[in-house]
């Protein structure tokens, strides 16, 4: 695709609901981050795809949380039994490099998907 | 462990005028990259300007120049002659070359650009 795409823009769970928010990024990218945005605050790290290999996920806040990335291209962030902490924007990004050849490489973000938990 | 701080919660310029983001950064490793990215009220974040610790001159790209003083360790972004679209909340960001490569942020800027 022309970008990176994510979806849903907004999703409204209850507490306790398990959700499920999709990345679609710049076709060909090897490399995925998945970001944590609360309100007025900048982007936290959750984790890295290198391809389908997750090697990073040290920045996930608790074992609710479960990201993946099967063939290498789409990837699911998954939050089981959602509380309201988990309110925020998560945004998705893509990378054509991977390790060190990111050090000098922009991510292209996705628009985010906004969670709401009530 | 890398440390962005950005001091400046919101700024206020008027349009044409140039405005100065601050951001300091603390890292113990040499290598590394300093990005800025600014983001509109339609959330995604888009890529401004780059500079990596071993780059010799200031980055610049159309009005957008990073005042880079290694010795500092401050990479401010200078916007000049400043135009209403500029008004959007403003991150800088660095990537370390060792260890985890990965983008951290400052919580940002909030500039707002009057008429």
């Known amino acids: 695709g022309a970008g990176v795409s994510q979806s849903p823009r907004y999703k409204v769970a209850k507490r306790g609901q398990d959700v499920a928010l999709r990345c679609d990024p710049i076709s060909g990218h090897v490399s995925l981050f998945w970001y944590q945005q609360a309100l007025g605050q900048g982007p936290e790290f959750l984790t890295y795809f290198q391809n389908e290999a997750q090697l990073d996920k040290s920045g996930l806040p608790s074992d609710r949380f479960f990201a993946e990335r099967p063939e290498g291209s789409v990837s699911t962030l998954k939050i089981q039994r959602t509380q309201q902490e988990d309110s925020a924007v998560y945004l998705c990004?893509?990378?054509?490099?991977?390790?060190?050849?990111?050090?000098?490489?922009?991510?292209?973000f996705g628009s985010g998907t906004q969670l709401s938990v009530l | 462990a890398q440390k962005i701080t950005q001091t400046q919660p919101g700024m206020f310029v008027q349009e044409k005028e140039a405005v100065t983001l601050d951001c300091t950064y603390d890292?113990?490793?040499?290598?590394?990259?300093l990005f800025w990215y600014k983001q509109p009220s339609s959330g995604e974040m888009i890529f401004l300007i780059y500079?990596?610790?071993?780059?010799?001159q200031n980055a610049t790209e159309g009005r957008y120049s990073l005042n880079f003083q290694k010795a500092r360790k401050s990479a401010n972004l200078v916007i000049s002659a400043s135009q209403l679209g500029d008004s959007a909340m403003y991150f800088c960001?660095?990537?370390?070359?060792?260890?985890?490569?990965?983008?951290?942020f400052g919580q940002g800027t909030r500039l707002t650009i009057n008429p």
């Open positions: 890292t113990s490793d040499p290598s590394y990259g």
């Open positions: 500079q990596g610790s071993y780059d010799q």
């Open positions: 960001a660095m990537i370390l070359i060792q260890g985890a490569q990965k983008l951290v």
């Open positions: 990004a893509s990378s054509s490099q991977s390790g060190t050849g990111l050090i000098n490489e922009k991510l292209f």
